[in-house]
Every structure is written in structure tokens, then in C-alpha cells.
């Protein structure tokens, strides 16, 4: 068993996954990796692909069985980890982001919102209350189980059935349909809109990932290089997202203060101490 196999096996069998079909998305794969491999050189990463690919970067790649296959869904299914996080191609990790998979013990799935509230929200799926989020399903946290499976077996099934390209429309539905505990991600994990830094405070905290939908339109680079997030944004998005982590380093190195009902407690203990035993020495 190698070091990182050890490691995963102690963290409770964690890791990432990515999943592509076709080139270009299989290249962006590798690079997103990259950027990940580096901020977690101690969790493994899997890919699941139609392509043949033989990159260190990844612990295993996993050869995709649907023909035409639905490859995240097909992930989520087959993930080896009983923990998982799903990546799309088209994210770059900021800081580490091991922290989510926290959220697979206590959600069936967590995902972060949709930006928008599109169509289908007023004719098919009107049945489902309107403050039913859509969710983004460009990073999934999930714990392997039951509830999982069957969500995956029945995505599959909506899919390959109806004509409609994209996945999340489905996965509100079943979301809905099959009562799943469903974890909202922080939008910093996520971030779509790289705008919003404009109004984005410090107390806010930090960027985890971008997920940039323009490394759809380019050629998508060199499968060995890393993509460089700041080559992604303007240079003064750049130094506003240096300045949120850096703001967030100083604070994280900060003693932790004492809730002010924390201290009324604590000063409600010590005179019951005095009172029972007397000053204490």
C-alpha cells in the first residue's frame, strides 16, 4: 500500500473525483488536478474518463462503462471513496478545500446554489416550492450509502429518458422527489461570479475555487501544467482575493474569543465552586 493509499485509508477512505468525456475536458481534468494535487498532496484524486489516459496526477483513472456515458453520474455511482468530492473539469482550487467533506457525514449530498432560476422552476417542476434551491453540480459532496445510490440510479434513468442536456434540472427534482438532506456550500467554494469580489467583505472570509466557464471556450492548454488561477482573473481581482486571504491567515492565527454566554457560564461555575468548596487556592 503506498504512503497516499495509508493516508486516504486513515481519513475514512476520502477523495476527489473528477469526471470527462472527450478530450478537451480530459485535458482540463488534468490541469484542475494539478492545481488540487498541489494544495492536497496527501488525499487522492480519481478520474473517470472515456479517454485514455496515464497521468500521475491521478491515484487511479477508472474507464467509463455507459456508451454515451453520463460521467458524473456515473462517478457519483462508482466512487470507490466512502466519501467523495466531485469536481467539474472547469474549477481551479484557491486553498485547500478538505474541510467539505465534513458535510458527507451529516447530508445525504451537498452542493451550492444555481445563480439562476431558470424555466423549468415555472412548468415542469412547479409542484416543488420555489425556495427549493436549484443546486450547482459542479462540486457534489456525498457519502457513499443507500440514499446515494438510488439517486444515482434514478439521475441515470431521468436522463437517458428525457430529452433535456442538462443534469440539474433532473437532480432538483430528485432532490426533491426522493426527500434527500441536502448541505448548501458556502458560495466561496463554488465562486461563478468572479464580479461579486467587488462587494465581497472581509469578514466574509476568502475564495476556496473558482469555477470559470470560460475555460470552455479555449483551446484547453498544456495537460502538464497546472491552471493558474490568477491567470483567470483581473490583476486587481487578483490582489483582492490575496488581501481576503491573508485577512483570513491573521484571524485564523488570533487566540479564539470567548462567547459572551460562554464567559457568563463560566463565571456562573466559579461561584458555585467558591460557595462548595470554599476559595480556591
Known sequence: MTMRARLAHQRGGRGFVYATTGEKYTVLARRSARSLRALHPDIPIDLFTDQPVTDPVFDRVHALERVPPLAKIEALRRSRFRDSIYLDADTVAITRLDE???MAGRFDLSASMGLSRPGHMQTWQRDIPRWFPVLNAGLLVYRQGRRTRRLSRLWQRAMERHE???DQPHLRRLAWDLGLRIGIVPLEYNLIQVSHLSIWETLMGAPRMLHVRALHDGPPGNPDEPIDWRALVTPAQAARI???LEGEARR??????THPMRRH???LGLIRAWKRYGPLT
Open 242 to 244: 490575496d488581501a481576503l
Open 100 to 102: 467539505l467533506f465534513e
Open 164 to 166: 433535456i442536456g442538462k
Open 265 to 267: 457560564r463560566l463565571g
Open 252 to 257: 485564523n492565527a488570533c487566540p479564539q474569543p
